[in-house]
Structure formats: C-alpha cells, structure tokens
T-cell receptor, first 115, second 114 residues
Framework: DTAVSQTPKYLVTQMGNDKSIKCEQNLGHDTMYWYKQDSKKFLKIMFSYNNKELIINETVPNRFSPKSPDKAHLNLHINSLELGDSAVYFC??????????????FGAGSRLTVL | GNSVTQMEGPVTLSEEAFLTINCTYTATGYPSLFWYVQYPGEGLQLLLKATKADDKGSNKGFEATYRKETTSFHLEKGSVQVSDSAVYFCALVFSGGSNYKLTFGKGTLLTVNP
C-alpha cells in the first residue's frame, strides 16, 4: 500500500527518557513534515524537510531533533522527555515544497504519553 | 501572519440534518484553502480544496466555496450521516513565494447521532 507509515503507534515512557518516532513514505514525495497535535486537537507544525534539507524549524525546544537519512524517511528524536511533550505526533508528506495546491498525506499518528 | 478561524465545537447533529462549519481566514495575498477531516484514531485526510476565488470544492457530499469578499470557506453538507462523525480542520497555504506552511484552524468536532 502506498502510504505514510509511522512507528510506534503508541509510546508510553517516563520523564527524562529519550525516545524516537520513525516515519517512512513510499509516495515518492519530496517534502516531509512533523506536526504535533495536543489534547484539544490543535495542530502545530514542528519541522519540514525537502529532499533531506531542513526547511521549516518552528519554535520547538532543541530537545527535539529531526533526522532525514533520505527523502523517504523523517525521524523525530526527543531527548529528556517532559510531561508537556505528551501529544499525538503526525508525520506527513507532500509532492513538493512550493505549491498553492500542495496536499499533505498524513500518517496515522504516534501517541506519546510521558509519565 | 496567516491565520484560520473556525467555529468552536463540538457540533452534535441528528442523522440527515444540515451541516455548516464556519471558517474564515486572514492572509496576505491569495491563499489556497482546504478542509481536512480526521476520523477517530486516524490521521488527517484531505476532504476538499479550492485554489482561487469563487472556486467550489466538493467531495462525499460536502461543499465549500472560496469567498474572497468575506474571506470565508464554510463547509456544508445537506444531509449528514453517522459515518461523518469526525474532527474537521480548515486550512490555508499561501500560493507562491516561499510561504508554504499549511496553517490549520483549531478543528471542529462533529458528532452525528442516529
């Protein structure tokens, strides 16, 4: 199936730990994104990569570090996890960076719970 | 900067009722406008879009018209079904230049009861 897939789907961990979420897309898209969705469903962009190059880096603590080994993968590593990091993290991809009709394809989300 | 304001939820309707979810935007220039839908436990998926003024996007019985004069993109459906229960997000992306971020509204939870 062509899709954006992210793992793990659920992640429960203790404060202070380091964790990673992986994302892969097989759509041949150039651009990938990480979004954070809080408990009120508000979506906020965190990062965007275009052909492995960091393009968008919103005001996100530097405990969050994205890595794109190739244009089909965008991983998110989080150091020293805090309670406020609990959220659903969505990976997404789009065919290219600049387009007025740019449509994003989202993964199913990774629910992170920090205890 | 660009922003999207959509009506606060939750919205609860009976099956076959008429649905309107209001969305207005603030943007410099002429953005493209989108409605995304998030079904329970899933990621967002595109519902419909419009890229220029007076365009009407439609899909699955949902419609929205890009109104430049009122900077609005209200979502409508004539007869909702239980399966339409989801969170609906209005969004915009600026056409052209380097401002390519998709900006979302806060989402509106719709619950349709049988």
């Amino acid at each position: 199936d062509t899709a954006v897939s992210q793992t793990p789907k659920y992640l429960v961990t203790q404060m202070g730990n380091d964790k990673s979420i992986k994302c892969e897309q097989n759509l041949g898209h150039d651009t990938m994104y990480w979004y954070k969705q809080d408990s009120k469903k508000f979506l906020k962009i965190m990062f965007s990569y275009n052909n492995k190059e960091l393009i968008i880096n919103e005001t996100v603590p530097n405990r969050f570090s994205p890595k794109s080994p190739d244009k089909a993968h965008l991983n998110l590593h989080i150091n020293s996890l805090e309670l406020g990091d609990s959220a659903v993290y969505f990976c997404a991809s789009s065919p290219r960076l600049t387009s007025g009709a740019n449509v994003l394809t989202f993964g199913a989300g990774s629910r992170l719970t920090v205890l | 900067g660009n922003s999207v304001t959509q009506m606060e939820g939750p919205v609860t309707l009976s099956e076959e009722a008429f649905l309107t979810i209001n969305c207005t935007y603030t943007a410099t220039g002429y953005p493209s406008l989108f409605w995304y839908v998030q079904y329970p436990g899933e990621g967002l998926q595109l519902l419909l879009k419009a890229t220029k003024a007076d365009d009407k996007g439609s899909n699955k019985g949902f419609e929205a018209t890009y109104r430049k004069e009122t900077t609005s993109f209200h979502l409508e459906k004539g007869s909702v079904q239980v399966s339409d229960s989801a969170v609906y997000f209005c969004a915009l992306v600026f056409s052209g230049g380097s401002n390519y971020k998709l900006t979302f509204g806060k989402g509106t939870l719709l619950t349709v009861n049988p």
